[in-house]
């Protein structure tokens, strides 16, 4: 009969307590210190809530925390020790420890435990011949023991494992891996760490390694004097694993990160990367967060680059800072985003190291904003650095050195009676600058403007409409003078707008399912007379595109350099399908027109007046009717020719987790035609029926294939353009991935490079970083391992 009784309380040598006895000790424990329990046996017990089990008792709770025994005999002498034997067991909080022997010393509070011993403490499991432990300190040794480590799937043995306390432990002779031991027999994992000696130190979530060599499949591959890995994903100062990359233009690339965990507000890692075709890049990376502010600064430098015999830099501010406190105002803020580099090749040769820049437009913004109810100020100043291309060369952007504006956003207010009336406001104040060099025909100048906007919607359940009114006014100066021999200018224009809409419903059933159908017809109405704005120059002004959200606003440009004179009609007509339930979108179908009521003359540099008085046709649509498949596209039709002038059509396929297809093609009309695929999928499913996921962040298991990639092809000019293809393993402890990337740098040039890496789970990686490319590239990738919930003791409750 199993024996359960408070350690002090043991006064009882053969004859064991009745269980209701132990019941009350567990009921007596259970009662909050200090609490109305204390008070007496008829007090009411207090009720807390609390979301989750408490992993640790509090510090000054840990001393009152009963402790219990069980076992087939108990014995001993009253004040001196306690002898259990046969299934004997030891429980206090986050401790249970059972042996076949077990005996407890009360005056160090020592157990001795003998035979079959396992201790499991907040998850963590060590099984073995003998124990000896003090319970107030951990203070003990294990001789032989196999362990589990709850935090990371840590498993290993030792000849010896010293318990310091309850949070540093140290193992002699130690293998260690995160690979599972298989129950009976020997243990030889895939990977696995010998040591002569491990620290374990659960308070710093670290492993520190004595005399450590990696082997992998019975090779070794890694050996160190001294190594340091995590026990979690907590942070640590330290050397990270090292990254090799092979890349046709700068070779063999090693990477040899070292990362420092200044505070817990700071850090910083340093990137020093050998480059076989280059030399040796130094780059580094510096980051802060504080409740006000935050920022990072990255930067790197070449001495003397072998491919350009030059040196070579890249650097990057960004921060953003919150003041608080300020009179009058709500919200005051500033913002920098400063980015430079060397010279025009730098996107070209370090299209990929971790801290260069590698856009062809780099922008540097400093701004100061400022808001009070609907009102916003902002006062900064925006440059660009242009990377130019002799074989593709681009027009370099105005800078905006400053740019001062005012905003009221949203605003409503009564009129005649009659209230819902809104209006915005903006008012601008830029000095546009460029280099000339870079942009010949630009033309530095100051534009001041105003636009004003009020518009008041009158609606019901099945209708709206809603009249808009525009002001739009803006002046210029200008440093030289124009073609024209004007220096200044300035313009105001009136828009008048119309949206009006219907909304009709019914139920319907469709390939037999019930459903919510809608009908909702739309007309926009436009009218803006002409101004001639041809001889102006065009600062911050670009054509929309043209689809189904643009046909719907009164000018065709975004900016304030050229307003078109439109008097158009838009009439549109979309209709859809929902769920009833849940209103969920099945399908969705939509399509618009504009009508134009007179020619529209005012355009952009090199654009053709539009004078065909019926715009393209824009055709779009959706399908969701089951979750696993979605399709849409959209198509612009020319009507007068007959002939489509641009489609976009688009699938994906995603039944599950780590399976997803997705595919897009995209055409249009003299200019380009391409198909773009992405994929993650478990090539074991091409041969046999498909397997589950193990859970969610787990893969599908050990043993699996998986294909990712994706791939941009250009069917007019039957090339690939870009792709990122690849294989993956999950071998359970660790994944192996191979990816090939290419990227098109211009019509007779591309960047590729191979990436491969071994990821030991739950210890570390090896190889090349791969994963932030498929996440970028690979529609909906996932990744096979990641700590989305982190293992609570409880999972291991005994």
């Known amino acids: 009969m199993p024996v359960f009784s ?3 309380d043991l006064l009882h040598a053969l004859a064991p307590p009745p269980r ?10 259970a009662w909050p210190l200090g609490s ?30 009963p402790t219990f025994v069980s076992g087939d005999r108990i014995g001993g002498q009253t004040g001196v020790n306690t002898v259990v034997e046969g299934h004997a067991e030891l429980r206090r909080h986050d401790t249970v420890l059972r042996a076949d022997r077990l005996e407890h010393i009360l005056a160090t509070d020592t157990a001795v435990a003998e035979g079959q011993v396992r201790i499991n403490r907040m998850g963590n499991v060590f099984e073995g011949p003998s124990l000896q432990l003090k319970l107030n300190t951990f203070e003990g040794q294990f001789q032989q023991p196999r362990f589990e480590l709850l935090r990371n799937g840590g498993v290993g043995d030792a000849s010896r494992v010293d318990f310091v306390n309850e949070n540093l432990a140290v193992a002699h002779d130690v293998r260690y891996s995160t690979c599972q031991r298989p129950p009976g027999g020997d243990w030889m994992p895939d990977w696995l760490v010998t040591a002569s000696r491990i620290e374990f130190d659960n308070a710093e979530e670290t492993g520190t390694a004595t005399n450590g060599v990696l082997r992998f499949k019975g090779v070794p591959i890694l050996a160190s004097p001294w190594v340091s890995f995590p026990l979690s994903e907590r942070r640590k100062s330290g050397v990270l694993p090292p990254t090799i990359n092979l890349d046709n233009q700068s070779g063999l690339e090693v990477t040899l990160p070292y990362y ?18 280059r030399g040796l890049d130094l780059g580094g990376e510096f980051r802060y967060l504080d409740r006000d502010y935050a920022g990072t600064l990255r930067g790197s430098f070449m001495a003397s680059d072998k491919l350009r015999n030059e040196d070579r830099w890249a650097r990057t501010v960004q921060h953003t800072h919150r003041f608080e406190s300020v009179p009058v105002l709500d919200r005051v803020g500033l913002r920098l985003n400063l980015n430079r580099v060397s010279d025009d090749n730098y996107w070209r040769d370090f299209p990929r190291t971790s801290t260069s820049l ?3 437009l780099l922008p ?7 808001h009070r109810g609907n009102w916003s100020f902002s006062a900064g100043a925006y440059t660009w650095q242009t990377l130019q291309d002799v074989d593709a060369p681009i027009v370099a952007p105005y800078d905006r050195v400053p740019s001062i504006s005012l905003r009221h956003q949203l605003g409503r207010f009564s009129l005649g009676g009659l209230d819902q009336w809104r209006w915005s406001l903006l008012a601008d104040t830029t000095q546009f600058r460029v280099d000339r060099a870079a942009n010949a025909n630009g033309v530095n100048g100051t534009r001041s403007l105003l636009v004003a906007q009020l518009s008041r919607p009158w609606q019901a359940p099945g209708w709206y409409v809603t009249p808009g009114v525009q002001l739009h006014a803006r002046r210029y100066q200008f440093e030289s003078p124009l073609d024209n021999g004007q220096r200044s200018a300035s313009y105001t224009l009136p828009t008048f707008t119309l949206d009006s809409g219907l909304f009709f419903d019914r139920d319907a059933t469709v390939f037999g399912r019930a459903v919510q159908q809608t009908l909702e017809p739309r007309a926009y109405f436009v009218q803006t007379p002409y101004r001639d704005q041809g001889f102006l120059p065009v600062y911050d002004t670009a054509a929309f595109d043209f689809n189904l959200a643009t046909v719907f606003t009164p000018n065709p440009y975004g900016g304030h350099d050229r307003i078109a004179d439109t008097r158009a009609l838009t009439l549109g007509l979309t209709t859809r399908l929902v769920e009833p339930d849940t209103g969920a979108e099945l399908l969705s179908l939509g399509v618009a027109q504009r009508i134009r009521l007179r020619d529209q003359l005012v355009t952009l540099p090199d654009e053709t007046p539009a004078n065909e008085r019926l715009s393209d046709l824009l055709v779009g649509a959706s399908v969701n009717w089951v979750p696993q498949w979605s399709f849409n596209g959209t198509v612009q039709f020319n009507p007068k020719d ?22 897009a093609y995209r055409v249009q009309k003299g200019v380009s035609e391409q198909l773009d695929l992405g994929w993650q999928w478990p090539l074991n499913d091409l041969f046999g029926p498909g397997t589950p996921a193990a859970g969610s962040g787990q893969g599908l298991g050990p043993g699996h294939w998986y ?11 039957r090339r690939v353009v870009d792709l990122v293809a690849g294989l993956e393993y999950d071998g359970g402890c660790w994944i192996g991935r191979v990816v090939l990337e290419r990227l098109q740098q211009s019509r007779s040039t591309a960047n590729q490079r191979i990436l491969f890496q071994l990821e030991f789970t739950g210890f570390s990686r090896i190889g090349s970083n791969p994963l932030q490319t498929l996440r970028n590239n690979v529609p909906r990738y996932q990744y096979l391992r990641e700590d989305i919930n982190p293992p609570s003791r409880f999972e291991r409750y005994e």
């Open 642 to 663: 007959g002939e489509s002038v641009r489609t976009t059509l688009g699938a994906r396929y995603n039944p599950g987790r780590y399976r997803t297809v997705s595919a």
């Open 260 to 277: 420092l965990n200044l505070a817990p507000d700071r850090d910083a890692t340093l990137y020093p990367t050998v480059m076989s075709k």
């Open 707 to 717: 294909s990712v990639g994706r791939l941009n092809y250009s069917l007019q000019d």
């Open 358 to 360: 590698t856009e062809r």
């Open 36 to 65: 109305a329990a204390a008070e007496g046996p008829d007090a009411p017990l207090p009720l807390r809530l609390s979301d989750r089990l408490s992993e640790q008792l509090p510090t000054s709770a840990r001393g009152a925390a």
């Open 364 to 370: 540097s913004d400093a701004v100061f904003t400022a």
């Open 20 to 29: 209701w006895s132990a019941l009350a000790c567990l009921c007596a424990a």
């Open 6 to 8: 408070r350690l002090p």
